[in-house]
Protein backbone atom coordinates (compact mmCIF):
# COMPACT_ATOMS: atom_id res chain seq x y z
CA UNK A 1 0.00 0.00 0.00
CA UNK A 2 1.29 3.55 -0.56
CA UNK A 3 1.78 5.77 2.44
CA UNK A 4 0.89 9.03 1.41
CA UNK A 5 1.84 12.00 4.20
CA UNK A 6 -0.91 13.97 5.08
CA UNK A 7 0.22 18.03 6.06
CA UNK A 8 -2.39 17.81 9.11
CA UNK A 9 -0.67 14.46 10.46
CA UNK A 10 2.55 16.39 10.25
CA UNK A 11 1.23 19.02 12.03
CA UNK A 12 -0.36 17.14 14.83
CA UNK A 13 3.43 15.56 15.37
CA UNK A 14 4.83 19.01 15.45
CA UNK A 15 2.07 19.44 18.51
CA UNK A 16 3.54 16.35 20.23
CA UNK A 17 7.02 17.22 20.23
CA UNK A 18 6.06 20.76 22.11
CA UNK A 19 3.37 18.91 24.66
CA UNK A 20 5.85 18.42 27.68
CA UNK A 21 7.48 22.02 27.07
CA UNK A 22 3.64 23.58 27.26
CA UNK A 23 2.66 21.68 30.10
CA UNK A 24 5.65 22.74 32.02
CA UNK A 25 5.42 26.47 31.21
CA UNK A 26 1.27 26.32 31.92
CA UNK A 27 2.41 24.77 35.53
CA UNK A 28 4.50 27.64 35.56
CA UNK A 29 2.38 29.95 34.92
CA UNK A 30 -0.35 28.86 37.54
CA UNK A 31 -1.00 30.36 40.77
CA UNK A 32 0.95 29.12 43.60
CA UNK A 33 -1.80 30.05 46.38
CA UNK A 34 -4.27 26.70 48.18
CA UNK A 35 -7.32 25.62 46.54
CA UNK A 36 -10.46 27.06 48.37
CA UNK A 37 -11.73 24.17 50.61
CA UNK A 38 -15.30 24.85 49.62
CA UNK A 39 -17.10 26.67 46.90
CA UNK A 40 -19.85 28.53 45.81
CA UNK A 41 -22.25 25.95 44.94
CA UNK A 42 -21.07 23.81 48.33
CA UNK A 43 -22.22 26.32 50.40
CA UNK A 44 -25.34 27.21 48.75
CA UNK A 45 -26.49 23.32 48.89
CA UNK A 46 -25.69 23.58 52.35
CA UNK A 47 -27.52 25.89 53.42
CA UNK A 48 -30.64 25.17 51.17
CA UNK A 49 -30.12 21.42 52.51
CA UNK A 50 -29.62 21.66 56.45
CA UNK A 51 -30.43 18.39 56.90
CA UNK A 52 -31.63 18.57 60.67
CA UNK A 53 -31.81 21.91 61.97
CA UNK A 54 -31.71 23.14 66.00
CA UNK A 55 -34.97 25.41 66.83
CA UNK A 56 -35.92 27.53 69.75
CA UNK A 57 -39.45 28.12 70.07
CA UNK A 58 -39.89 32.20 70.48
CA UNK A 59 -44.04 32.74 70.57
CA UNK A 60 -47.28 30.67 71.16
CA UNK A 61 -50.27 32.14 70.11
CA UNK A 62 -53.90 30.88 70.76
CA UNK A 63 -55.28 30.70 67.22
CA UNK A 64 -58.80 29.06 67.88
CA UNK A 65 -60.26 26.74 70.68
CA UNK A 66 -58.54 23.66 69.09
CA UNK A 67 -55.14 25.34 67.37
CA UNK A 68 -52.16 27.74 68.39
CA UNK A 69 -49.27 29.40 66.39
CA UNK A 70 -45.95 28.22 67.31
CA UNK A 71 -43.24 30.88 66.03
CA UNK A 72 -39.33 29.01 65.71
CA UNK A 73 -36.10 30.83 64.93
CA UNK A 74 -32.69 28.92 63.84
CA UNK A 75 -29.80 28.32 66.66
CA UNK A 76 -27.49 26.72 65.00
CA UNK A 77 -27.81 28.91 61.95
CA UNK A 78 -28.97 32.13 60.82
CA UNK A 79 -31.91 31.56 58.96
CA UNK A 80 -34.45 28.91 57.90
CA UNK A 81 -33.73 27.79 54.21
CA UNK A 82 -35.92 29.18 51.74
CA UNK A 83 -38.46 26.10 50.57
CA UNK A 84 -41.08 25.31 48.73
CA UNK A 85 -44.64 26.90 49.74
CA UNK A 86 -47.10 24.25 50.44
CA UNK A 87 -43.87 21.80 52.56
CA UNK A 88 -43.60 20.65 56.19
CA UNK A 89 -41.05 20.16 58.65
CA UNK A 90 -40.83 16.63 60.97
CA UNK A 91 -40.40 18.74 64.61
CA UNK A 92 -38.92 16.28 66.72
CA UNK A 93 -39.05 16.54 71.06
CA UNK A 94 -38.27 14.69 74.03
CA UNK A 95 -41.50 14.36 76.24
CA UNK A 96 -41.62 11.95 79.12
CA UNK A 97 -38.95 9.19 78.12
CA UNK A 98 -40.07 9.18 74.57
CA UNK A 99 -38.52 10.85 71.56
CA UNK A 100 -41.69 11.77 69.49
CA UNK A 101 -41.63 13.85 66.67
CA UNK A 102 -44.19 14.70 63.84
CA UNK A 103 -44.61 16.38 60.41
CA UNK A 104 -46.46 20.08 60.52
CA UNK A 105 -47.20 22.12 57.37
CA UNK A 106 -45.50 25.48 57.18
CA UNK A 107 -47.73 28.42 57.30
CA UNK A 108 -45.15 31.37 57.27
CA UNK A 109 -43.68 32.39 53.67
CA UNK A 110 -40.69 31.22 52.38
CA UNK A 111 -39.36 34.76 52.57
CA UNK A 112 -39.97 35.24 56.17
CA UNK A 113 -37.83 31.89 56.54
CA UNK A 114 -34.74 34.00 55.50
CA UNK A 115 -35.02 36.15 58.09
CA UNK A 116 -35.18 33.65 60.65
CA UNK A 117 -38.62 32.90 60.91
CA UNK A 118 -40.97 29.96 60.84
CA UNK A 119 -44.44 29.42 61.51
CA UNK A 120 -46.48 26.41 62.59
CA UNK A 121 -49.91 25.83 63.44
CA UNK A 122 -50.92 23.31 65.51
CA UNK A 123 -54.20 21.19 66.21
CA UNK A 124 -54.30 20.61 69.98
CA UNK A 125 -54.96 17.25 68.97
CA UNK A 126 -52.66 14.32 69.51
CA UNK A 127 -50.26 13.56 72.05
CA UNK A 128 -47.05 15.93 70.50
CA UNK A 129 -49.41 18.30 69.49
CA UNK A 130 -51.31 18.66 72.99
CA UNK A 131 -47.89 18.88 74.32
CA UNK A 132 -47.00 21.68 71.83
CA UNK A 133 -49.92 23.47 72.08
CA UNK A 134 -50.44 23.53 75.91
CA UNK A 135 -47.07 22.82 77.40
CA UNK A 136 -44.24 24.19 75.35
CA UNK A 137 -43.04 27.44 76.18
CA UNK A 138 -41.05 30.33 74.47
CA UNK A 139 -37.20 29.22 75.23
CA UNK A 140 -37.65 25.64 74.83
CA UNK A 141 -35.28 23.95 72.03
CA UNK A 142 -36.18 20.93 69.35
CA UNK A 143 -34.55 19.35 66.64
CA UNK A 144 -36.71 20.10 63.15
CA UNK A 145 -35.92 18.74 59.65
CA UNK A 146 -35.23 20.44 56.61
CA UNK A 147 -38.37 21.59 54.83
CA UNK A 148 -39.65 18.47 52.66
CA UNK A 149 -42.49 17.30 50.54
CA UNK A 150 -44.22 17.20 47.23
CA UNK A 151 -47.31 19.62 48.21
CA UNK A 152 -46.89 22.65 46.05
CA UNK A 153 -46.94 24.08 43.26
CA UNK A 154 -45.24 22.93 39.76
CA UNK A 155 -44.92 24.98 37.00
CA UNK A 156 -45.35 22.62 34.17
CA UNK A 157 -48.08 20.93 35.77
CA UNK A 158 -50.39 22.75 37.13
CA UNK A 159 -52.22 25.90 36.24
CA UNK A 160 -52.15 29.34 36.10
CA UNK A 161 -55.23 29.62 38.68
CA UNK A 162 -54.71 27.45 41.68
CA UNK A 163 -58.06 26.47 43.74
CA UNK A 164 -57.29 25.82 47.92
CA UNK A 165 -59.79 23.76 49.82
CA UNK A 166 -58.69 23.93 53.72
CA UNK A 167 -60.46 22.25 56.33
CA UNK A 168 -59.48 23.03 59.77
CA UNK A 169 -56.10 22.83 60.46
CA UNK A 170 -55.20 22.35 57.32
CA UNK A 171 -55.06 26.09 56.26
CA UNK A 172 -51.60 26.15 57.24
CA UNK A 173 -50.09 24.99 53.63
CA UNK A 174 -52.78 27.34 51.67
CA UNK A 175 -52.02 30.13 53.82
CA UNK A 176 -48.11 29.73 52.86
CA UNK A 177 -49.08 29.36 49.24
CA UNK A 178 -51.31 32.34 49.22
CA UNK A 179 -48.42 34.78 51.08
CA UNK A 180 -45.76 33.31 48.78
CA UNK A 181 -47.69 34.28 45.31
CA UNK A 182 -48.26 37.53 46.83
CA UNK A 183 -45.27 38.18 48.29
CA UNK A 184 -43.98 37.23 44.24
CA UNK A 185 -42.35 34.39 44.44
CA UNK A 186 -44.87 32.17 42.88
CA UNK A 187 -46.50 32.79 39.46
CA UNK A 188 -50.39 31.60 40.25
CA UNK A 189 -53.77 33.19 41.26
CA UNK A 190 -55.24 31.98 43.75
CA UNK A 191 -58.62 31.31 44.99
CA UNK A 192 -58.95 29.45 48.85
CA UNK A 193 -62.20 28.18 49.93
CA UNK A 194 -61.62 27.90 54.03
CA UNK A 195 -64.25 25.12 55.51
CA UNK A 196 -64.70 25.37 59.28
CA UNK A 197 -67.70 24.69 61.81
CA UNK A 198 -68.16 27.76 63.19
CA UNK A 199 -66.19 31.60 62.65
CA UNK A 200 -64.74 31.38 66.06
CA UNK A 201 -62.85 27.65 64.12
CA UNK A 202 -61.40 29.68 61.41
CA UNK A 203 -57.70 30.11 61.78
CA UNK A 204 -55.05 32.85 60.64
CA UNK A 205 -57.73 35.29 60.29
CA UNK A 206 -55.79 38.62 60.80
CA UNK A 207 -53.03 37.11 58.03
CA UNK A 208 -55.79 35.85 55.42
CA UNK A 209 -57.86 39.22 55.81
CA UNK A 210 -54.47 41.12 54.81
CA UNK A 211 -53.68 38.92 52.04
CA UNK A 212 -57.59 39.36 51.05
CA UNK A 213 -56.67 43.10 50.76
CA UNK A 214 -53.79 42.45 48.84
CA UNK A 215 -55.88 40.61 46.18
CA UNK A 216 -56.33 36.89 47.49
CA UNK A 217 -59.76 35.92 47.72
CA UNK A 218 -60.70 33.72 49.91
CA UNK A 219 -63.82 31.99 50.72
CA UNK A 220 -65.08 31.16 54.44
CA UNK A 221 -67.85 28.18 54.97
CA UNK A 222 -68.91 27.61 57.62
CA UNK A 223 -70.93 24.25 58.34
CA UNK A 224 -72.50 24.71 61.91
CA UNK A 225 -73.21 28.22 61.63
CA UNK A 226 -75.11 30.65 59.14
CA UNK A 227 -73.51 34.48 59.16
CA UNK A 228 -73.84 36.97 56.49
CA UNK A 229 -70.61 37.57 53.97
CA UNK A 230 -69.91 33.61 54.67
CA UNK A 231 -70.86 30.68 52.99
CA UNK A 232 -73.19 27.82 54.51
CA UNK A 233 -72.52 24.50 54.58
CA UNK A 234 -69.85 22.07 52.98
CA UNK A 235 -67.43 23.07 50.36
CA UNK A 236 -69.11 21.65 47.54
CA UNK A 237 -68.96 20.92 43.85
CA UNK A 238 -71.48 23.52 43.85
CA UNK A 239 -70.16 26.09 45.55
CA UNK A 240 -66.58 25.63 43.99
CA UNK A 241 -68.71 26.10 40.63
CA UNK A 242 -70.30 29.53 41.92
CA UNK A 243 -66.60 31.12 42.17
CA UNK A 244 -64.20 29.14 39.83
CA UNK A 245 -64.01 27.81 36.31
CA UNK A 246 -64.04 24.14 37.77
CA UNK A 247 -62.73 22.27 34.58
CA UNK A 248 -59.53 25.12 34.27
CA UNK A 249 -58.03 25.04 37.91
CA UNK A 250 -55.75 23.18 39.83
CA UNK A 251 -56.84 21.95 42.94
CA UNK A 252 -54.74 21.83 46.28
CA UNK A 253 -56.84 20.30 49.20
CA UNK A 254 -56.01 19.70 53.01
CA UNK A 255 -58.41 19.00 55.49
CA UNK A 256 -59.33 15.59 56.79
CA UNK A 257 -59.70 12.00 55.10
CA UNK A 258 -63.67 13.18 55.57
CA UNK A 259 -63.07 16.53 53.45
CA UNK A 260 -61.40 14.41 50.40
CA UNK A 261 -63.80 11.52 50.44
CA UNK A 262 -66.71 14.31 50.31
CA UNK A 263 -64.75 16.05 47.51
CA UNK A 264 -63.62 13.39 45.23
CA UNK A 265 -67.80 12.60 45.74
CA UNK A 266 -68.34 16.06 44.57
CA UNK A 267 -65.28 16.80 41.95
CA UNK A 268 -66.64 13.21 40.25
CA UNK A 269 -68.76 14.04 37.69
CA UNK A 270 -65.97 16.68 35.97
CA UNK A 271 -63.77 13.58 35.15
CA UNK A 272 -60.65 15.76 35.82
CA UNK A 273 -57.16 14.59 35.32
CA UNK A 274 -55.24 12.97 37.94
CA UNK A 275 -52.82 15.46 38.07
CA UNK A 276 -55.69 18.08 38.32
CA UNK A 277 -56.19 17.70 42.27
CA UNK A 278 -53.32 17.69 44.86
CA UNK A 279 -53.91 16.26 48.49
CA UNK A 280 -51.13 16.96 51.31
CA UNK A 281 -50.59 13.69 53.26
CA UNK A 282 -51.70 12.83 56.44
CA UNK A 283 -50.00 11.05 59.54
CA UNK A 284 -50.61 7.17 59.27
CA UNK A 285 -53.21 6.65 62.17
CA UNK A 286 -53.08 3.76 64.93
CA UNK A 287 -55.61 1.39 64.02
CA UNK A 288 -58.92 0.85 65.77
CA UNK A 289 -59.24 -2.98 67.30
CA UNK A 290 -60.76 -4.08 70.64
CA UNK A 291 -57.46 -5.93 72.57
CA UNK A 292 -54.47 -5.53 70.46
CA UNK A 293 -51.96 -8.28 70.86
CA UNK A 294 -48.72 -6.85 72.14
CA UNK A 295 -45.22 -8.30 69.99
CA UNK A 296 -41.62 -8.27 70.58
CA UNK A 297 -39.77 -5.77 67.86
CA UNK A 298 -35.92 -6.33 68.29
CA UNK A 299 -34.13 -3.11 66.77
CA UNK A 300 -30.68 -3.15 65.26
CA UNK A 301 -29.51 0.64 64.78
CA UNK A 302 -25.20 -0.04 63.78
CA UNK A 303 -24.13 -2.32 66.88
CA UNK A 304 -26.73 -1.28 69.03
CA UNK A 305 -29.20 -3.74 69.32
CA UNK A 306 -32.83 -2.78 71.17
CA UNK A 307 -35.81 -5.31 72.22
CA UNK A 308 -39.20 -3.32 72.51
CA UNK A 309 -43.06 -3.50 72.90
CA UNK A 310 -45.12 -3.25 69.64
CA UNK A 311 -48.79 -3.62 70.07
CA UNK A 312 -50.38 -4.99 66.61
CA UNK A 313 -52.99 -1.70 66.22
CA UNK A 314 -50.02 0.59 66.43
CA UNK A 315 -46.99 1.08 63.64
CA UNK A 316 -43.72 -0.08 64.58
CA UNK A 317 -42.00 3.62 64.20
CA UNK A 318 -44.75 4.36 66.99
CA UNK A 319 -43.48 1.13 69.15
CA UNK A 320 -39.83 2.70 68.49
CA UNK A 321 -40.66 6.29 69.90
CA UNK A 322 -42.49 5.04 72.69
CA UNK A 323 -39.19 2.97 73.95
CA UNK A 324 -37.58 5.88 73.48
CA UNK A 325 -35.58 4.70 70.57
CA UNK A 326 -34.93 7.66 67.85
CA UNK A 327 -35.86 6.63 64.90
CA UNK A 328 -35.44 8.52 61.38
CA UNK A 329 -38.73 10.03 60.06
CA UNK A 330 -40.17 12.85 58.54
CA UNK A 331 -43.57 12.27 56.82
CA UNK A 332 -45.17 9.59 58.86
CA UNK A 333 -47.05 8.89 55.82
CA UNK A 334 -45.04 6.35 53.84
CA UNK A 335 -44.15 8.87 51.20
CA UNK A 336 -41.12 10.30 52.00
CA UNK A 337 -38.93 6.84 51.81
CA UNK A 338 -37.18 8.86 54.63
CA UNK A 339 -37.71 5.81 58.27
CA UNK A 340 -36.96 2.93 54.84
CA UNK A 341 -35.71 0.13 57.49
CA UNK A 342 -34.50 -3.56 56.23
CA UNK A 343 -36.63 -6.39 57.20
CA UNK A 344 -34.95 -9.04 59.17
CA UNK A 345 -37.92 -11.37 59.93
CA UNK A 346 -41.52 -11.29 61.14
CA UNK A 347 -44.74 -10.94 59.97
CA UNK A 348 -46.64 -7.66 58.85
CA UNK A 349 -49.14 -5.95 57.42
CA UNK A 350 -48.52 -2.22 55.49
CA UNK A 351 -51.38 0.88 55.82
CA UNK A 352 -53.89 0.55 53.29
CA UNK A 353 -53.53 2.73 50.54
CA UNK A 354 -50.04 4.13 52.41
CA UNK A 355 -47.06 1.34 50.99
CA UNK A 356 -45.02 4.12 49.29
CA UNK A 357 -41.62 1.31 48.72
CA UNK A 358 -40.44 1.73 45.07
CA UNK A 359 -40.65 -2.63 43.60
CA UNK A 360 -36.89 -3.10 44.70
CA UNK A 361 -37.76 -2.05 48.10
CA UNK A 362 -40.22 -4.53 48.04
CA UNK A 363 -38.86 -7.30 47.05
CA UNK A 364 -35.25 -7.04 48.40
CA UNK A 365 -36.87 -6.69 52.19
CA UNK A 366 -37.24 -3.30 52.87
CA UNK A 367 -40.04 -1.43 55.13
CA UNK A 368 -41.28 2.01 56.27
CA UNK A 369 -42.21 1.49 59.73
CA UNK A 370 -43.76 4.63 59.54
CA UNK A 371 -47.35 2.86 57.86
CA UNK A 372 -46.05 -0.87 58.73
CA UNK A 373 -47.80 -2.67 61.99
CA UNK A 374 -46.77 -5.84 63.53
CA UNK A 375 -48.50 -9.43 62.85
CA UNK A 376 -45.81 -11.18 64.81
CA UNK A 377 -42.55 -10.67 66.08
CA UNK A 378 -40.38 -8.68 64.42
CA UNK A 379 -36.84 -7.73 63.58
CA UNK A 380 -35.59 -4.45 61.82
CA UNK A 381 -32.28 -2.59 61.02
CA UNK A 382 -33.07 0.59 60.95
CA UNK A 383 -30.63 3.48 59.98
CA UNK A 384 -29.41 6.02 62.70
CA UNK A 385 -31.34 9.30 62.66
CA UNK A 386 -29.06 12.19 61.50
S1 LIG B 1 -41.42 8.81 57.43
FE1 LIG B 1 -41.83 9.17 55.33
S2 LIG B 1 -42.03 7.13 54.55
FE2 LIG B 1 -41.81 6.85 56.69
Redesign the pocket.
Known sequence: MKFKKQLFGFMDMLRFTKLVPNRRAALAAGADTPLPETWAVNEQARALHPGRMQVELTEVTPLTPRMAELVFRRVDGDAFPFFRAGQYVSLQGKVGDSVISRPYSIASSPRQALQNRLVLGVENAGFFSQYLTQEAKPGDRFVMTEPSGEFHYETLRDKKHIVGVAGGSGITPLLSMAQSALEGDEPYQMTLFYGARRAEDLAFRKELDALSEKGLKVIYVLSDEERPGYEHGFVSGELLSKYVPVQDVTYFLCGPKAMYEYLAGQMAPWHLPVKAVHKDATCCPSLSMDNPRTFTLTVHIRDKVFTVPAREDETL?TAMERAGIEAP????????????SKWLGGDFQVAEGRD?RREADRKFGFV????TYPLSDMELDVPPAE
Do not use: M
Open positions: LNKCRAGGCGYCHGHPCV
